[in-house]
């Protein structure tokens, strides 16, 4: 009789423990599916955010290769960019970094990103940058 029971104890435990390694083995497939999905996803989001820059930094070459002050076609074009989209802001600089045009909300780099606050991770931002191509013609000089 102690000797059924003890089989039957046995049996039960191992029965349990195949039940809980299944489990456990079904949990790491999920994470290990939906990691690789997120991974996917997130080299599409950066294609995508690349296509984006280089659009819109071919659009801005020209309005910023003139001497003239354009800051304000450069601004309509960043207020189409940020307008009822998840483009949250965008500005344009000059190569010495002072600002030409902004657009969309007004949150610092730092706050937007979260740099160095408790926020970290909390968010999924991120900023993009993209440098202008700007090709400027040669200064034609008349004798």
């Known amino acids: 009789m102690a000797r059924a029971r003890l089989s039957f104890r046995l049996h039960r435990t191992v029965i349990v423990l ?6 456990v083995a079904l949990m790491q497939g999920a994470t290990y599916f939906s990691l690789s999905h997120q991974m996917a996803r997130s080299a599409q989001v950066e294609e995508l955010a690349d296509t984006l820059i280089r659009q819109v930094t071919g659009e801005l070459a020209p309005l910023m290769a003139g001497r ?50 408790q926020r970290a991770g909390r968010f999924f931002n991120h900023q993009l940058c993209g440098r202008l191509k700007i090709i400027r013609a040669p200064a034609v000089s008349s004798a």
Not at 18 to 23: D, E, F, G, M, T
Not at 85 to 102: E, K, P
Request: hydrophobic content about 45%; some cysteine.
């Open 18 to 23: 195949i039940c809980v390694a299944l489990l």
């Open 68 to 117: 003239d002050d354009n800051s304000a076609p450069i601004k309509q074009v960043l207020d189409r960019l940020t307008q009822n989209s998840r483009i949250l802001d965008a500005s344009v600089y000059n190569m010495d970094g002072s600002l030409v045009a902004r657009a969309g909300e007004n949150i610092s780099v730092r706050d937007r990103l979260a740099i160095g606050n």
